[in-house]
Structures are given as C-alpha cells and as structure tokens.
Nanobody, 121 residues
C-alpha cells in the first residue's frame, strides 16, 4: 500500500486545515501521526476500514476529526481551532492488522511522506 499525504500549510492560530491521505490499496486501519522538531512521532488519530471505529489523541479531541471516503480511498484529518503546539510534520499510516485500532508507531507498516503543518501565534 502506498500513501500520499497532502493538505499541509501555514495557518494562524484558531484556523483550520484539512489533510488528505490517498491510499493505493485497502487495509484494515489508517492513522495520522505527527512529529514536531526535536520530538518523537506521536499518535493523532486512527480509523478502521469501514469508518465505524475512530480514536483521537486526548490533545486533539474536540478539535480534530478523522474520517474517510471509501469511493476515493482517501483518509482525511479535519483540523479546527489549531494551536501553535499542533505544528509539525503530519504522516498518514496504514496497516492490515485486525483486532482494534492501534496508536503506536510500530503498529503501522505503511507510511506516507509527510506534510508540514505550521501554526503561527
């Protein structure tokens, strides 16, 4: 599975962005992670193949929403009320494992190239 992330950019605090992740194939779960300079990659959100199961990190709950379009085979991350601490490179990921959503980097075998999100104060 190949993943292509897009949609990043520069936005002011309080603004919104929508990230897209186009997948070349279908797997059981998809996720977004982010990595700020000098920090480890961290979990943001995950969704299963049908869209029925979703999980969001506590730091983004109520502000970010993961969803997918089955016809377009694309996973999205709608980001609202952005804060400067949301700045980082955002990566989409996918894996074929079953048994529930995962939130660890090592649980995902497929990764996109990353897209930069910068939130100015």
């Amino acid at each position: 599975v190949q993943l292509q992330a897009s949609g990043g950019g520069l936005v002011q605090a309080g603004g919104s962005l929508r990230l897209s992740c186009l997948a070349s194939g279908r797997t059981s779960m998809y996720a977004w992670f982010r990595q700020a300079p000098g920090k480890e990659r961290e979990f943001v959100a995950a969704i299963n193949w049908s869209g029925a199961q979703k999980d969001h990190a506590d730091s983004v709950k109520g502000r970010f929403t993961i969803f997918r379009d089955d016809e377009k085979n694309t996973v999205y991350l709608q980001m609202n009320s952005l804060k400067p601490e949301d700045t980082g490179v955002y990566y989409c990921a996918a894996d074929g494992a079953v048994g529930g959503l995962r939130s660890r980097v090592r649980d995902y075998d497929y990764w996109g190239q990353g897209t930069q999100v910068t939130v100015s104060s």
